[in-house]
């Protein structure tokens, strides 16, 4: 009997990115996985397609630059082998500083590499009840169906939250007046990827003044929103002050229109969506705004006078649990820790965030798996805790993955929010010269290196924990193995 029959197959539910992830991390590790995606059988408001790991929001997975906290998330992960971001790199488009992909490309990807793993049995159904004799993943998202949100809620006691998530406009290229649009990246940095579409003050006020008498969709259809701060919609924050949008999504700091040799009163940055350049996603202009009123208010930004929209701008639906009260480090429930959950139904926001808890989940879920196999696969005890086999821990705090599990494990669980990768969550270092400690760009590099170092000391660990239980891919040689060379580039 091979491993793959010796070990009794995980279930996860969605096929996002982080239960992409999760289920690659898992099968890499010689476990079977049952990976369940309800789409296209039952679709979403925000998903156009059938393809696993598709981008509905932007295509941008942030900062690309040495020493940025989504930088140091994605280097980890590099660093530990995940799937998306190979897939990523292999996708890339042009977007400055940022790692920008061509959604499309990416999904396909992704979804080949998942659906072709002989480990991975992929259905395409929704999976309604959640299973109690089987390790199981729940990375449903933010659109988490209501029958098996009722069963998390019956399962946890606790309500799920729920905010509301917008999604920015795509518009194409072909229909953009670029006598009026400049290429630069903020400062010069990463080339002249973005095109930006400077203001007067005069033209600024106009559109700010359209934004605040636009109709928004009708309240009642979302009740209880609770917009993530990270991600307003233009309109919400245009009712927070007259230069709220020129301090963020519009702000102009770092650009010179080369027409004029000044920085515009303010900006609207395009990035494109494939390397085509045949369209192009507006930058944190996520909003709400009905869609004959989406047409008319971007039509003021200058260069878009004539553009064709893609895709309008929409609202959508946002569930995840209260994470402080519920999960363990591993990412397990403590009332159930057969169930894990991943993604940002755990309480993270962001498109790497979501893969981190994905790659993160997988491997704990691997070291449960090859635990219940060493204890014979009882079903009286499937899923040992704390015992012989179950060596698995999470990266250190120290580190960026280790950090974003700390928050979400570890918050105050009272007005719980979903984060994104921070320098705030990673802990400080002590006993820094004080002309140190007062340098943010130093003091952040220091805890690059620290992160990176004790990284490598898990990455070690976790080598010789997976080594220990025969993986077929032998994820102790692969992942030492790509660490060494990274090691080699680095120096």
Not at 24 to 51: F, N
Not at 92 to 114: H, K, M, N, Y
Not at 427 to 451: N, T
Request: overall charge negative.
């Amino acid at each position: 009997m091979n491993i793959k029959d010796r070990i009794k197959p995980v279930i996860i539910a969605g096929g996002g990115l982080a239960g992409s992830e999760a289920a690659w991390q898992l099968a890499e590790c010689g476990v079977a996985v049952t990976l369940y995606e309800m789409r296209p059988s039952i679709p979403t408001p925000a998903h156009k397609t059938d393809r696993l790991a598709e981008l509905v929001c932007s295509n941008s997975l942030k900062s690309n630059n040495p020493g940025a906290a989504s930088w140091l998330l994605k280097e980890e992960l590099r660093r530990a082998g995940s799937l998306l971001m190979r897939m990523a790199r292999e996708c890339s488009v042009p977007g400055g500083s940022a790692l920008a992909v061509d959604r499309e490309r990416f999904a396909e990807s992704v979804t080949a590499a998942i659906s072709g793993h002989p480990f991975i049995n992929l259905r395409r159904e929704e999976l309604r009840e959640i299973p109690e004799a089987s390790l199981t993943l729940i990375s449903t998202g933010p659109l988490t169906s209501d029958a098996l949100a009722a069963r998390l809620q019956a399962l946890t006691g606790a309500d799920n939250l729920a905010f509301y998530d917008s999604i920015s406009p795509v518009v194409d290229a072909e229909t953009l007046n670029m006598e009026r649009i400049f290429s630069a990246s903020r400062y010069g940095k990463g080339g002249d990827d973005y095109l930006n579409c400077p203001f007067t003050e005069e033209e600024y006020r106009i559109f700010h003044e359209a934004l605040m008498s636009a109709e928004t969709v009708q309240a009642h259809e979302f009740e209880n929103v609770n917009f993530f701060e990270a991600c307003l919609p233009i309109e919400e924050l245009g009712r927070r002050g007259y230069d709220t949008l020129r301090f963020g999504p519009m702000k102009p700091v770092g650009l010179i229109d080369p027409r004029t040799g000044r920085q515009p009163f303010a900006v609207v940055q395009l990035r494109a969506e494939n390397l085509r350049f045949s369209s192009y996603n507006l930058v944190g202009f996520q909003n709400h705004l009905k869609f004959p009123e989406q047409k008319r208010i971007m039509q003021l930004i200058p260069g878009l006078e004539n553009a064709e929209f893609l895709r309008l701008g929409q609202i959508h639906r946002n569930t995840y649990i209260n994470a402080p009260r519920l999960l363990n480090p591993d990412l397990s429930f403590r009332s159930a820790p057969q169930i894990f959950v991943a993604g940002q139904l755990s309480g993270v926001e962001g498109y790497v965030e979501c893969i981190s808890t994905g790659m993160l989940a997988g491997l704990a879920l691997a070291s449960r798996a090859h635990a219940a196999e060493d204890l014979g696969g009882s079903s009286a005890d499937p899923w040992p805790n704390g015992r012989r086999g179950d060596p698995y821990v999470p990266p250190p705090r120290t580190t960026a993955l280790g950090s974003l599990v700390h928050y979400i494990t570890h918050a105050s669980s009272t007005n719980y929010q979903p984060a994104n990768i921070s320098f705030d969550l990673l802990a400080p270092i002590q006993g820094l010269p004080k002309a140190l400690a007062r340098d943010k760009r130093a003091r952040r590099e220091k805890q690059c290196e620290r992160a990176l170092a004790d990284f490598a000391g898990w990455m070690e660990s976790m080598a010789v924990t997976f080594s220990a239980v025969s993986c077929p891919s032998s994820i102790a040689s692969e992942r030492t193995g790509t660490e060494q060379q990274q090691r080699a580039t680095d120096n």
